[in-house]
């Protein structure tokens, strides 16, 4: 199974500030073959559903606003929040869905400093 | 707009049964794969299963490999999951989840989760 391991599993960050989290994969979730990398960002607010923030690591969905951005590859993937507003406040979790049984890290929580 | 809506929830006791079902509208029903993934309380996500559009074939994490059975009925717009031998361990929101299309290799991307149905497995 590949194993997808968040830091931190928590930070605090003031209004406006960046936040930075990072999901490293056991092994490459980049497929060669459309060279891209399979590697999903959820945003999870308290009593809500996951919600789809960006997908092939760095597509932010439709609506997401561009505050929020994904990079990296291959193992190593980052989620910035550039400036923090209020309604940022969840947890946030990578998923890869290169090969099943899909996987997720076990969640970062972005509170208000 | 897309919509899922699970059901089926409730307290059951170890060892027994359980059947959750999950109302789809809003897509094109048998083009996408449809998975479960599971949430224990103030824990993180799991995926379960998944199923392919035409129901033939389906996907298990290892910890339900044998008790667990998803299927889907494509005349209803509906997608089952039938839970057996429940254990503690089986505790948590279950939310219904549409994928990717089976044909776009991206089926276990996540992109539309309905609001959960809670199973408690205890004595």
């Known amino acids: 199974d590949i194993v997808m391991t968040q830091s931190p599993d928590s930070l605090a960050v003031s209004l406006g500030e960046r936040a930075t989290i990072s999901c490293k994969s056991s092994q490459s979730i980049l497929y060669n073959s459309n060279n891209k990398n399979y590697l999903a960002w959820y945003q999870q607010k308290p009593g809500q559903p996951p919600k789809l923030l960006i997908y092939?690591?760095?597509i932010r969905e439709p609506g997401v606003p561009d505050r929020f951005s994904g990079s990296g590859s291959g193992t190593d993937f980052t989620l910035t929040i550039s400036s923090l507003q209020a309604e940022d406040v969840a947890v946030y979790y990578c998923q890869q869905y290169y090969h099943t049984p899909w996987t997720f890290g076990q969640g970062t929580k972005v509170e208000i400093k | 707009e897309v919509q899922l809506l699970e059901s089926g929830g409730d307290l059951v006791q170890p060892g027994g049964s359980l059947r959750l079902s999950c109302a789809a509208s809003?897509?094109?029903?048998?083009?996408?794969?449809l998975s479960w993934v599971r949430q224990a309380p103030g824990k993180g996500l799991e995926w379960v299963s998944a199923i392919t559009p035409s129901g033939t074939t389906t996907y298990y994490a290892d910890s339900v490999k044998g008790r667990f059975t998803i299927s889907r009925d494509n005349s209803k717009n509906t997608l089952h999951l039938e839970m057996s031998s429940l254990r503690g361990g089986d505790t948590a929101v279950y939310y219904c989840?549409?994928?990717?299309?089976?044909?776009?290799?991206?089926?276990?991307?996540?992109?539309?989760w309905g609001q959960g149905t809670l199973v408690t497995v205890s004595s």
């Open positions: 092939w690591a760095s």
């Open positions: 809003g897509f094109s029903f048998t083009t996408y794969v």
């Open positions: 989840v549409k994928g990717g299309q089976y044909s776009g290799n991206y089926y276990g991307l996540f992109d539309y």
